[in-house]
């Protein structure tokens, strides 16, 4: 059963990049023609698809995070990653990678990430 987990700062300062990385065990992210996605959750609210990743390596984001969400992938390293410019307290919230799109299989557990000064 493959498994995902999330990694990267729980804390970033409001204007900075979030950074934080999926490690994919038990299944090549480069395997199976899946894709790749991040997903959150921000305190007391639903859950938010952020972007995939597909098994080219092209990468396509919701409209309302396309001009500041970038992902990429470290097929030897099995891992994937996602970067979030000029964060603002609004980007406050638990954050997952999953496998998937649409058709989610595999989630992380999550990393909570808060945005504050």
């Known amino acids: 059963q493959v498994q995902l987990q999330e990694s990267g700062p729980g804390l970033v300062k409001p204007s900075q990049t979030l950074s934080l990385t999926c490690t994919v065990s038990?299944?090549?992210?480069?395997?199976?023609?899946?894709?790749w996605s991040w997903i959150r959750q921000p305190p007391g609210k639903g859950l938010e698809w952020m972007g995939v990743i597909s098994i080219d390596g092209s990468s396509y984001f919701s409209p309302s995070l396309k001009s500041r969400a970038s992902m990429s992938r470290d097929t030897q390293k099995n891992q994937f990653s996602l970067r979030l410019s000029s964060v603002t307290p609004e980007d406050t919230a638990v954050y997952f990678c999953?496998?998937?799109?649409?058709?989610?299989?595999?989630w992380g557990q999550g990393i909570q990430v808060t945005v504050s000064s």
């Open positions: 038990n299944g090549s992210i480069t395997a199976g023609y899946f894709p």
């Open positions: 999953v496998r998937g799109v649409g058709v989610m299989d595999s």
